[in-house]
């Protein structure tokens, strides 16, 4: 007879697969569909608060143990288990917020093609979703909560308040917000800054050469910052500086720039550099450091294989994300961290969808995995 405490991935698959080969349980598709129409636009504390309290009540009527927590601008964070605790064994990671859409059809989910298309369908709700059903069907086998960023695409601040609230995990950390068929080991950091110009008012007609001009000082240091942000590696892996938005006139200007970074620690050398070009200070708006995985560690090398084996047919291997996730502040924890997504394509554009069977496949995947490690 097998082994409770270690079923394998063939009889997971047998019990998933039992309940319906066309997907995923139909009351979590319908509940993915329910968080789609929740515009929960970053910026927009509103609706966001909206999709945390839907995504409460329905992980109360799971049996869930629930907390909210508040932050001062009055947006809300959930955290969820299926233990009574703020630090179970293994912590899930997935958002609510999602990317902004000026066609309002795009919060209209609909099935095609064994596919739910929507806005948030790949980033994030579908992992919202798994991560529900994961506390939900593990319960009582493995330890296991998730913290419910409602701002991951604006900076993740809400998932570093948790971390600051005593929100952890004891084991492992698992962030369910990346590209399907692989493990991401490496992603970008990323921090936002804004740099203020003042140039004395001057008429024109009266001085020699180019006026001072607050907008062009701006332009011309930013230009030479960005000249110097250096190449290393292979040229694909690299910090990258981006212009995000100019305003105001020649005797007043602002600038914001973005900064993503593919080192740890990078920022302060990033930052002495834009000092030295603006001479001048930088207001930081967000940040989050790079995270770098060890590829050689063995529980990583040993959930790759895991993968090769579920998906024979795919190129499984070590993915670098040039994006950020919520990992950049639950690094924090100092935890074997695994950062996964599902077959879901498409994000932040108006074709985003998940493979509807994917949910299945990694659900089944990740519970056969923290059953033979962390089940009771």
Known sequence: MANKKHLSQIALLAVAFAVGAAGAAESDLVRLEKLIRIPSVSSNIVEVNRAVDFLDGELGRDGLYRQIETMPDGRRVLFAANVSTKRPDILLSAHLDVVPE?????????????????????????????????????????????IFGSDEEIGGMTTAFMLDKGYGAAKMVIVLDSEQFAITTRQK??????????????????????????????????????????????????????????????????????????????????????????????????????VLLDETQPYLVAFRERMRRAWPDRKVDFYHLNSSTDARH???????????????????????????????????????????EFGN
């Open 189 to 290: 950091g990323l921090a936002r800054y804004v740099i203020a110009a003042d140039a004395p008012p001057t008429h024109a007609g009266m001085v020699k050469g180019a006026p001072p001009n607050a907008v062009r000082e701006l332009i011309l240091s930013y230009e030479a910052a960005a000249a110097e942000i250096p190449d290393f590696e292979d040229g694909t892996w690299r910090d990258v500086m981006m212009l995000e938005r100019v305003s105001g006139t020649r005797e007043h200007a602002e600038m914001e720039i973005s900064v993503r970074c593919a080192r740890k620690g990078g920022f302060e050398s990033i930052e002495n550099l834009l000092r030295n070009k603006f001479k001048r200070d930088l207001r930081c708006l967000r940040k989050g450091e790079a």
């Open 102 to 146: 000026k066609d309002p059809s795009q919060f209209v989910p609909r099935r095609e093609n064994g596919r739910i298309y929507g806005r948030g369908a790949s980033d994030c709700k579908e992992h919202v979703v798994l991560c529900a059903r994961l506390m939900r069907e593990l319960k009582g086998r493995v330890s296991i909560g998730a």
């Open 330 to 372: 639950l690094q924090r924890l100092n935890l074997p961290m695994l950062i996964l997504g599902v077959d879901a394509r498409g994000a932040h554009t108006a074709t985003e969808y998940v493979e509807i069977p994917s949910l299945d496949e990694y659900a089944v995947l990740i519970e056969s995995y923290l059953m033979d």
